[in-house]
């Protein structure tokens, strides 16, 4: 392997992916995976999903394990971290990624709906960057990648909590790249706009709405899971290793931020 190719190696690292029994969480999984690193898979309620990806990233040569743990309250968030380091003895890797797409009209948006998205979203996200941050920080080196999605930067009319979810984990990204940089961890985040995932699914059953998705992005289809999990993949490796605080945009065009 030459010593380009070697800064994308992450043999020996320990990643912890939230949500990562499915969707874009399991790409991510499979390709830290196959870049040599041990890898926890976190879910709430698919063991069988969750046994499916272990096996997957085991396939790949990678120590795995699946931990059922809900994010979205801090005591989840601590039960992952300490299976974890019971396991393999520190963390190194963190990707945010738990999420769920839902929402209603703003004067229909119930106390309940705005309450889970943002618990299991933005809370979510806290909790387990609370709970991981000691271990990293041990470390002395840490990559920290939130998914976000472009509904964070530019709002979706029916989803406000799921855009402030959103648009907040951008600013808790930022905020953390730079409390956490002198302790040589990097925190970043992903925008993504629309994914092949099953989220979508009911989005897209409808021919003439996946059409007018489709035309609506420059590129010209819909992102696949691997769409985000390589770019995730860079953020964690040594190939990124000056870029903390910023948010890569995955959306074919769709979303031009700076």
């Known amino acids: ?47 069988d999903a969750a046994k499916s990806c272990v096996e997957a990233a085991r396939g790949l040569g990678a120590e795995s394990l699946a931990v059922r743990a809900d994010v979205a309250r801090p005591e989840g968030a601590d039960e992952l971290v300490r299976a974890t380091l019971e396991r393999f003895g520190k963390i190194d890797i963190l990707v945010c990624n738990a999420g769920v797409w839902d929402g209603a009209p703003v004067d229909e948006l119930s106390e309940e709906l705005w309450d889970r998205v943002i618990d299991i979203n933005l809370k979510g996200t806290w909790t387990v960057c609370r709970a991981a941050t000691p271990s990293l920080k041990l470390n002395g080196w840490g990559r920290v990648v939130l998914v976000s999605s472009t509904a964070g930067q530019r709002g979706e009319a029916n989803y406000s909590n799921y855009a402030a979810s959103k648009g907040g984990q951008i600013a808790f990204a930022k905020s953390l790249a730079s409390e956490l940089a002198p302790h040589g961890i990097n925190v970043n985040a992903v925008a993504p706009g629309w994914v092949e995932t099953e989220m979508c699914r009911e989005a897209f059953a409808d021919a003439d709405v996946r059409r007018g998705i489709e035309c609506a992005i420059p590129l010209g289809r819909v992102a696949t899971t691997d769409d985000i999990a390589f770019p995730i993949l860079f953020l964690c490796s040594e190939w990124a290793r000056h870029i903390t605080g910023e948010v890569i945009n995955i959306n074919g065009g769709s979303v031009l931020c700076g």
């Open 1 to 47: 392997m030459s010593e380009v190719l070697r800064g994308l190696s992450l043999t020996g690292r320990v990643a912890i992916v939230t949500g990562g029994s499915r969707g874009i969480g399991r790409a991510v999984v499979e390709r830290l995976a196959g870049c040599g690193a041990s890898v926890v898979v976190n879910y709430v309620s698919d063991e």
